[in-house]
T-cell receptor
Framework: TQLLEQSPQFLSIQEGENLTVYCNSSSVFSSLQWYRQEPGEGPVLLVTVVTGGEVKKLKRLTFQFGDARKDSSLHITAAQPGDTGLYLCAGGDSGGSNYKLTFGKGTLLTVNP | NAGVTQTPKFRILKIGQSMTLQCTQDMNHNYMYWYRQDPGMGLKLIYYSVGAGITDKGEVPNGYNVSRSTTEDFPLRLELAAPSQTSVYFC?????????????FGSGTRLTVV
């Protein structure tokens, strides 16, 4: 069973601060995805990274996939209240069933005005 | 596009009752999934399907059943509701795109069993 550990579990910061959340595993994944979930809604896909060492940017969000494809990070620059939500990482199975995702438990981010 | 549509949004069941959670997608995705989300526990895979007529168990299938008679629909059946099935249920779909299988989720069904 592949497991993903996310840290921190909770993060409360002020508007304008920078932050990084982490997603770690002892397993290799075929891909790593990040989702954001708002209260009462389903998760929404932010990005997919597939190559070890890959870095993707989405406005103020920077995503990195570890060289060994076992970990990932999400960095937010100058956080805004609209960034508030539950951030979930999900790894694609490295075997033949890469359409199946394993989800971490999430990081609950609160950005205070 | 509607994406993934789940009904109902909320439901309260009594112990032992049965119900079906509906899920429909209009993106012609081959892959569909049912997850449950409990506080602090992340998303757990209940059942999944790789195409019409094909279903398989996920991590926590006990107490649930599914069917996939069409590409669009993937209902989840609870036969004898138990308090342990109180949760938020999400249906999702995916297809192989650039970079892998990004999931599209529905907005969820909040189920309480009393």
């Amino acid at each position: 069973t592949q497991l993903l550990e996310q840290s921190p579990q909770f993060l409360s910061i002020q508007e304008g601060e920078n932050l990084t959340v982490y997603c770690n595993s002892s397993s290799v994944f075929s891909s790593l995805q990040w989702y954001r979930q708002e209260p009462g809604e389903g998760p929404v896909l932010l990005v997919t990274v597939v190559t070890g060492g890959e870095v993707k940017k989405l406005k103020r969000l920077t995503f990195q996939f570890g060289d060994a494809r076992k970990d990932s990070s999400l960095h937010i620059t100058a956080a805004q209240p609209g960034d508030t939500g539950l951030y979930l990482c999900a790894g694609g199975d490295s075997g033949g069933s890469n359409y199946k995702l394993t989800f971490g438990k999430g990081t609950l981010l609160t950005v205070n005005p | 596009n509607a994406g993934v549509t789940q009904t109902p949004k909320f439901r309260i069941l009594k112990i032992g009752q049965s119900m079906t959670l509906q899920c429909t997608q209009d993106m012609n995705h081959n892959y569909m999934y049912w997850y449950r989300q409990d506080p602090g526990m992340g998303l757990k895979l209940i059942y999944y399907s790789v195409g019409a007529g094909i279903t398989d168990k996920g991590e926590v299938p006990n107490g649930y059943n599914v069917s996939r008679s069409t590409t669009e629909d993937f209902p989840l059946r609870l036969e004898l509701a138990a308090p342990s099935q109180t949760s938020v249920y999400f249906c999702a779909s995916s297809s192989l795109g650039q970079g892998g299988y990004g999931y599209t989720f529905g907005s969820g069904t909040r189920l309480t069993v009393v």
